[in-house]
């Protein structure tokens, strides 16, 4: 097979290789210069939709509708932007070997790709219970989502068990908008999470009570504090129940497991350095090797404001991290210099009518304040995280453009606060002030 080579290669075709190749299409590219390699078989899109429109049993998002930019409010890239631009999209290839010293990637069908700068931005995959052993993990229709296949492995058992049993098998980001998503699809629909209260690394058991409670009201069952530890299946290896820590069984004609996620960095073990389950990156996310750089999920990079360094699983960080290695790797050949990269951390969800987000860190003491009560029409409530007398974090549900925007700059500012009883009574207005 012909050796392929480009100038400039981008490995996983996700929501970073969209945006990165929006950039170096921003500052010029000779036709050629560039190629996304990815195992997906369309190109890049916004893979949020995945958990949230994709599945709605009305007016479901579909392709070519959510291909990236649109996610951030820019240009919807369609395949045939690629080409216009001069950018090969090398899809349903799965790069078996990387050798970042000879700059050569190897295909599974034994093709190579050369390149003279690589950007990782391989993402994550699924923890799957197969790989804990979970008796019963290998049943048919216990599902995981990551990818637009897997969601459409979703739709068709959603319509195959149409107002079934779905048990939801984690309490986070996956287990929250899913549960919402198979209620709104009119399954009956319970969650099992070992965690004392849901989305445990952001939420603080304030938080949490709402949604649960909230979640309750539209008819979603919660067990919480135990384990899924097997499951059982009929004649035709279809999933009947799953079996709890508990002694519990509860029947299920869909199993959806969203239990987290693992950085896809083993094609370059031993080959850049690493820290904290990524690849170690400086402030422009070039890695240790010259020429290589890591964006996205896998990538551990310097975060400014907190003086750390960090990984983030977020999709407006891939988007950001993206565009940063590239105005660097553009940068760099014109001998100029850009600024360090300056995240503020920001997550958000939405699930039936609730939306939140949160901005900076989630350390300290917290004040809630705000309607919290899940009964409420319009529930509208936040919280802050105030660590040695500054604000280090803030989070609202249901807030405009514009409130979200100043809880997002009080982040950034990390004001002090002086009297946390008086920022209780001020709330939301506290924003408005700085």
Known sequence: ????????????????????????????????????????????????????????????????????????????????????????????TEIVKADLASRTLTTAAGAT??????????????????????????????????????????????????????????????????????????????MVYPEPWCMPRLFTPDIAAFYEAYYANKGVKIDKGTLVIGFNSDTNGDVTSVKLKDGRVLDADIVIVGVGGRPLTKLFKGQVEEEKGGIKTDAFFQTSVAGVYA????????????????????????????????????????????????????????????????????????????DNDPASSKPKFGSYWINEGKLLGAFLEGGSLEENKAIAELARLQPAVPDLEQLAKEGLSFASKI
């Open 113 to 190: 790709i050369t390149f003279d700068i690589l950007i990782i931005a391989t993402g994550s995959t699924v923890i799957n219970l197969s790989d804990f052993g979970t008796p019963g993990a290998d049943a048919n229709n216990i599902l995981y989502l990551r990818e637009i296949d897997d969601a459409d492995k979703l739709v068709a058992t959603i319509q195959a068990k149409k107002n079934g049993k779905a048990v939801i098998v984690g309490g986070g980001y996956i287990g929250l908008e899913l549960s919402a998503v198979m209620k709104i699809n009119n399954f009956d629909v319970t």
């Open 295 to 370: 964006v996205g999920d896998v990538a551990t990079f310097p975060l400014k404001l907190y003086n750390e360094t960090r990984r983030v699983e977020h999709v407006d960080h891939a988007r950001k991290s993206a565009e940063q290695a590239v105005k660097a790797i553009k940068a760099s050949e014109e001998g100029k210099a850009i600024d360090e990269y300056d995240y503020l951390p920001y997550f958000y969800s939405r699930s039936f009518d609730l939306s939140w987000q949160f901005y900076g860190d989630n350390v300290g003491e917290t004040v809630i304040f705000g």
């Open 1 to 92: 097979m012909a050796e392929k080579h480009f100038k400039y290669v981008i490995l996983g075709g996700g929501v970073a290789a969209g945006y990165a190749a929006r950039e170096f299409a921003k500052h010029g590219l000779i036709p050629g210069e560039l190629a996304i390699i990815s195992k997906e078989a369309v190109a890049p899109y916004e893979r949020p939709a995945l958990s949230k429109a994709y599945l709605f049993p009305q007016g479901a998002a579909r392709l070519p509708g959510f291909h990236v930019c649109v996610g951030s409010g820019g240009e919807r890239l369609l395949p045939e932007w690629y080409s216009e631009k001069g950018i090969e999209l090398i899809l349903s």
